[in-house]
């Protein structure tokens, strides 16, 4: 007698989402399920509602509809106990930037609750994995957009949550620096993590993640593994099949230096 594969975990489970502001629909009613342990990566055009999904998922925006499940919790009705869970790096959220690296870090993870000695010790292993160990009393006021990046999910890691959710975590960030997150990354996921990315970088994407969505318009065109995804294209055209040339194609022959 054979018996049926267990079901994988879902890490995400978005129902209905939806989300407008005034007349435009950011959000049309996304459903979406991330698996527990997956590298999942989110594409899409500038305005596709990536990083407004991201949000809600996350409980940063309410949405005017639908649902989010955190490990099986409603994130919107028991934050408590789904928050905890999540480590989020948003895109362009303001920070407490009179403070110091050390002094951010510290406080993303007491305000989690944790004890203050685990706090420091946690926050003097990220500054190092990160490189910012050397500018651990710099501001962060005074760092540049690179190391806000690096500070910022030096935050979202600190509390050792099952759930990472990434809007563009490699923007402004150096090739050094980048090598460092995606090994931190990977191992966090190697360990049964689940990380979810969002990116315009195809070519990234294709080398970190196993599982893609593609975002246009606010709904999802095509989610699945990468490979399933991509249809045996490469993922930069799938994506633009999918989406669509946004743009009519001009020849520019005024910009000709001959």
Known sequence: MTSAHAPTPVAIS?????????????????????????????????????????????GLLTPDAGTVHVHGVNLWLN??????MLG???????????????????????????????VRERRDDLLVAL????????????????????????CALVHAPAVLVLDEPFEAVD????????RILRAFVDSGGTVVMSSHVMALVERLCDYVAVVGHGR??????????????DLEDRFVGLVGDVREQRDLAWLRQS
């Open 220 to 233: 999802v065109l095509a989610a699945g593994r990468l490979d399933e995804v991509r249809d045996g294209q």
């Open 131 to 154: 490189d910012l160990d050397g500018s651990a009393k710099t501001l962060v006021a005074d760092f540049s957009a690179g190391m806000t990046k690096k500070i910022s999910l030096a």
């Open 88 to 118: 989020v790096l948003p895109d362009g959220l303001h920070s407490f930037d009179r403070l110091t690296g050390a002094e951010l870090i510290s406080y993303a993870g007491l305000l989690r609750g944790m004890d203050k000695d685990v």
């Open 79 to 84: 934050p408590a106990e789904a928050k905890p």
């Open 14 to 58: 978005l129902r209905g989402l939806t989300k407008r502001f005034g007349s435009l629909v950011a959000v049309n009613a996304i459903d979406l399920d991330i698996p527990a342990g997956s590298f999942y990566g989110m594409v899409g055009p500038n305005g596709a509602g990536k990083t407004t999904t991201l949000s809600m998922a996350t």
């Open 175 to 182: 090739p050094v620096s980048a090598g460092a997150i995606r």
